[in-house]
């Protein structure tokens, strides 16, 4: 969730538009285990996908699936319009799933992980399932040649936003990190008497940032951010800045959160939902991290969440609140 283009869509029209092409009957399932009522979308390649199946697509890297959430994401003109250009999970499907050789099973809502990443990597990295003649070429080039030119303006809907990206290895996910910004107190003044403060999440190679808050030293976001978390996760860095429109953005602060309490709590419970209301870990406060106070993890409605509370370091002043909560991708 990078921060937004001039582009970016923010009308409540594009968010119907979104929202009419989700509730036709073919999007009302995952494009590639038929879950029913997907949330996530892959904006490049134009399908509708569950949540498990996410974490499949995630996995691939930007340069073939670039995953966004349909609630909680913003998306931009040219996302939306190539949704609707493709026409939804049956079309795309009509594509990627052609050559399905005969007596290939789908892996269906709760299939195992390891069945949905074959699937999907044969589907959309691999082309396996798409006719010879519409498979994409790998190439040199900055831009992905097709072998039938009769079958370029059907395939550049799927790829070419991204099809420039310089192609990364597989990345396994182990689950979703939702943090929640909360809000700033007492932050640094980096203009004449006040800010104009943003929040930038960093785990791994993803980022994800908040809006800016005009002029406001005290901030409050109430914003959602979504991670993916990589089996072999470091800490969430977090970092304050001041937004500047003629110049670069100054720091306002920074800080490490130590992820592996929450995950290692949470996966040491399992599902969650057969639990009621408890504490199940805890981050303790010490003279190298950035706690105000020790962090408790808890299981609340079925959910494992931890509050955070932050003092911003390598900065004059500042505090940040956060919400943390842990998505498994079998959840």
Not at 70 to 79: I, Q
Not at 177 to 183: A, D, G, P, Q, Y
Not at 200 to 229: C, D, F, I, Y
């Amino acid at each position: 969730m990078s921060k937004p283009s001039p582009g970016t869509l923010r009308s409540s029209a594009g968010k119907r538009r979104l929202q009419e092409l989700l509730r036709q009957s073919d999007n009302r399932f995952c494009a590639d285990c038929g879950a029913p009522d997907p949330k996530w979308a892959s904006a490049n390649i134009g399908v509708f996908i569950c949540l498990k199946c996410c974490g499949v697509h995630r996995s691939l890297g930007v340069h073939i699936s670039k995953v966004l959430s349909v609630t909680l994401d913003e998306w931009s003109d040219d996302e939306i319009e190539a949704m609707i250009e493709v026409g939804g999970n049956a079309s795309a499907n009509s594509i990627y799933e052609v050559s399905i050789p005969q007596g290939y099973s789908k892996p269906g809502p709760d299939s195992c992980n390891d069945e949905r990443v074959k699937f999907i990597r044969s589907k959309y990295e691999l082309q396996e399932f798409l006719k010879p003649s519409l498979r994409i070429l790998s190439g040199s080039s900055k831009s992905n040649s097709i072998q039938s030119s009769s079958s370029k303006s059907i395939m550049e809907s799927f790829q070419s936003p991204f099809s420039s990206q310089k192609t990364e290895g597989m990345v396994e996910f182990i689950g979703l990190l939702k943090i929640k910004v909360l809000k700033g107190t007492n932050l640094a003044v980096r203009d004449m008497l006040s800010s104009d403060p943003y929040v930038v999440l960093t785990l791994g190679q993803q980022k994800a940032q908040t809006s800016v808050r005009k002029s406001n030293l005290n901030p409050v976001w109430n914003e959602e951010l979504m991670l993916s978390v990589p089996q072999n996760y470091g800490p969430l860095k977090v970092e304050v800045y001041d937004h500047d429109t003629f110049s670069a953005d100054d720091v306002m602060g920074e800080a490490e959160v130590d992820i592996q309490p929450m995950i290692t709590s949470a996966m040491a419970y399992g599902d969650p939902e057969m639990f009621g209301n408890m504490q199940i870990g805890k981050w303790l406060k010490s003279h190298d991290n950035a706690l105000k106070e020790d962090s408790i993890v808890n299981i609340v409605d079925g959910k494992v969440k931890q509050e955070i509370f932050l003092k911003l370091q390598n900065v004059e002043s500042g505090e940040l609140d956060l919400e943390l909560e842990w998505i498994a991708l079998d959840q």
